[in-house]
């Protein structure tokens, strides 16, 4: 099959070989674009790219006339924990209310209320919900997505959480990658022994995930009240005799040592940051660890943002998700996490759009075959509504700017 996307306004974020991994730094600022450019796609990979005046002569079944519109590679959201049970809109008036994040999670609501909840829907009612918040985030522009277990809690709940993604992955057209974090909150019956809950993951769970083969990462919540760096780094350590890289939630409540733990244990990405102050920026800048912002969690939680903009400044990569759950961030609208980005951590549009392409592929460990516009890479498209030029994306927020989302060469969403 070969397609081809002709008169494109601006063709945003191309890339000839070799690749790079992630763009770090002032280079954030600095976007590579063609305009009036054609691409080629075949058999659901880019195949070519230029200018129009060098559009290659030969046949093709299929021609999509992008006039006006910019192409760009489709978002990657290297965080989420878009399985779950329910909503959660009832613990939301409660914070409207006045009662923190922590307060409802102490009241046994937060990740805890969601955990009582799995085992009450079944597995397909889980997929299919899931399947369907795909469908959504699709329609926003997102081509690969990390999801994460987390609301089990026991061995077999945090199974039948895998394995709903691992379902996800033969169903959806879209990049899914899957994290094993049995260590997202501590169930009621280990209140008073907190160790035994944490021996339960090491001992029971992960040899089982990892026997399926139903994780390609291991998560742990760092962080007060959570899980403490002595106990993450049993769990990564645990995690890595069984081939898990970490990717884990750090520093989101206090400077938990998270960031530190995650680097020494060679995370892909330690996640949301929003307490990082000098050492911890220092702890990143000597790793290959993807520092990845949460902004949608900030904004629903009304919590500080992270220093995204010293973090640039000091010379790291930042790459930003959605953090898609019913308790913190009910949303995967990557184009909302892209204004945030810019409005918020004060990010240049170019820094941000790095940040939820390239970078957030490194994220998720798919940047040799996701987050730019490169031959030999998954055709995975944003064709955006008409639009003079990509400061609009981040500008005009909440809109849906996007056009046509194509995945793996094929048009799997279409906005008016
Ligand atoms: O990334 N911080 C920990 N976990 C999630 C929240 C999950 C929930 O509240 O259900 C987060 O924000
Ligand atoms: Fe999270």
Same mark, same amino acid.
């Given at each position: 099959?070969?397609?081809?996307?002709?008169?494109?306004?601006?063709?945003?974020?191309?890339?000839?070989?070799?690749?790079?991994?992630? +763009?770090?730094?002032?280079?954030?600022?600095?976007?590579?674009?063609?305009?009036?450019?054609?691409?080629?796609?075949?058999?659901?990979?880019?195949?070519?790219?230029?200018?129009?005046? %060098?559009?290659?002569? !030969?046949? +093709?079944?299929?021609?999509?006339?992008?006039?006006?519109?910019? +192409?760009?590679?489709?978002?990657?959201?290297?965080?989420?924990?878009? &399985?779950?049970?329910?909503?959660?809109?009832?613990?939301?008036?409660?914070?409207?209310?006045?009662?923190?994040?922590?307060?409802?999670?102490?009241?046994?609501?937060?990740?805890?209320?969601?955990? @009582?909840?799995?085992?009450?829907? %079944?597995?397909?009612?889980?997929?299919?919900?899931?399947?369907?918040?795909?469908?959504?985030? /699709?329609?926003?522009?997102?081509?690969?997505?990390?999801?994460?277990?987390?609301?089990?809690?026991?061995?077999? @709940?945090?199974?039948?959480?895998?394995?709903?993604?691992?379902?996800?992955?033969?169903?959806?057209?879209?990049?899914?990658?899957?994290?094993?974090?049995?260590?997202?909150?501590?169930?009621?019956?280990?209140?008073?022994?907190?160790?035994?809950? &944490?021996?339960?993951?090491?001992?029971?769970?992960?040899?089982?995930?990892?026997?399926?083969?139903?994780?390609?990462?291991?998560? &742990? #919540?760092?962080?007060?009240?959570?899980?403490? &760096?002595?106990?993450?780094?049993?769990?990564?350590?645990?995690?890595?005799?069984?081939?898990?890289?970490?990717?884990?939630?750090?520093?989101?409540?206090?400077?938990?040592?998270?960031?530190?733990?995650?680097?020494?244990?060679?995370?892909?990405?330690?996640?949301?940051?929003?307490? /990082?102050?000098?050492?911890?920026?220092?702890?990143?800048?000597?790793?290959?660890?993807?520092?990845?912002?949460?902004? !949608?969690?900030?904004? #629903?939680?009304?919590?500080?943002?992270?220093?995204?903009?010293?973090?640039?400044?000091?010379?790291?990569?930042?790459?930003?998700?959605?953090?898609?759950?019913?308790?913190?961030?009910?949303?995967?609208?990557?184009?909302?996490?892209? %204004?945030?980005?810019?409005?918020?951590?004060?990010?240049?549009?170019?820094?941000?759009?790095?940040?939820?392409?390239?970078?957030?592929?490194?994220?998720?460990?798919?940047?040799?075959?996701?987050?730019?516009?490169?031959?030999?890479?998954?055709?995975?498209?944003?064709?955006?509504?008409?639009?003079?030029?990509?400061?609009?994306?981040?500008?005009?927020?909440?809109?849906?700017?996007?056009?046509?989302?194509?995945?793996? @060469?094929?048009?799997?969403?279409?906005?008016?």
């Amino acid at each position: 099959m070969r397609t081809r996307i002709i008169n494109i306004r601006k063709l945003i974020q191309v890339e000839d070989s070799p690749f790079r991994s992630y +763009v770090s730094g002032s280079d954030m600022a600095r976007l590579e674009m063609l305009e009036h450019a054609f691409v080629l796609v075949e058999d659901g990979l880019i195949s070519d790219y230029g200018p129009m005046a %060098s559009l290659p002569e !030969g046949s +093709v079944d299929e021609t999509i006339d992008a006039s006006g519109s910019l +192409v760009m590679p489709a978002f990657c959201d290297p965080h989420t924990h878009l &399985v779950f049970p329910e909503t959660r809109e009832i613990e939301y008036i409660d914070k409207i209310k006045g009662l923190s994040y922590e307060e409802i999670a102490r009241r046994g609501g937060g990740i805890l209320n969601s955990a @009582g909840k799995i085992m009450e829907k %079944s597995e397909d009612e889980l997929f299919q919900s899931a399947m369907d918040r795909l469908s959504e985030i /699709t329609a926003y522009g997102t081509g690969a997505v990390e999801i994460k277990s987390g609301y089990g809690l026991t061995t077999e @709940g945090e199974l039948k959480m895998l394995r709903v993604i691992k379902r996800l992955k033969e169903a959806s057209p879209l990049t899914i990658k899957a994290t094993f974090l049995g260590a997202h909150a501590v169930p009621p019956q280990y209140k008073e022994d907190q160790t035994a809950y &944490v021996d339960l993951i090491i001992n029971q769970m992960l040899p089982q995930v990892a026997e399926e083969g139903l994780a390609d990462y291991i998560d &742990v #919540f760092c962080d007060r009240g959570f899980f403490t &760096v002595e106990e993450t780094r049993r769990i990564l350590e645990a995690g890595a005799r069984f081939g898990l890289p970490p990717k884990i939630h750090a520093n989101e409540l206090d400077y938990s040592g998270g960031i530190q733990v995650g680097v020494e244990n060679n995370a892909l990405s330690v996640d949301h940051l929003e307490y /990082t102050g000098d050492q911890e920026i220092e702890a990143l800048k000597k790793s290959a660890t993807m520092p990845t912002l949460l902004p !949608g969690a900030s904004f #629903f939680l009304n919590l500080i943002y992270a220093p995204a903009r010293k973090m640039i400044d000091a010379g790291l990569p930042v790459a930003m998700a959605s953090d898609f759950n019913p308790g913190s961030s009910p949303s995967g609208n990557m184009q909302f996490i892209l %204004s945030q980005g810019s409005i918020n951590y004060r990010m240049l549009p170019e820094e941000a759009i790095h940040a939820v392409t390239l970078n957030a592929a490194y994220a998720m460990g798919v940047e040799k075959e996701l987050g730019t516009i490169a031959r030999g890479k998954k055709a995975n498209l944003i064709i955006t509504r008409e639009m003079a030029n990509y400061e609009f994306l981040p500008y005009y927020y909440g809109a849906n700017k996007v056009k046509h989302t194509m995945i793996n @060469g094929k048009i799997e969403a279409t906005n008016r």
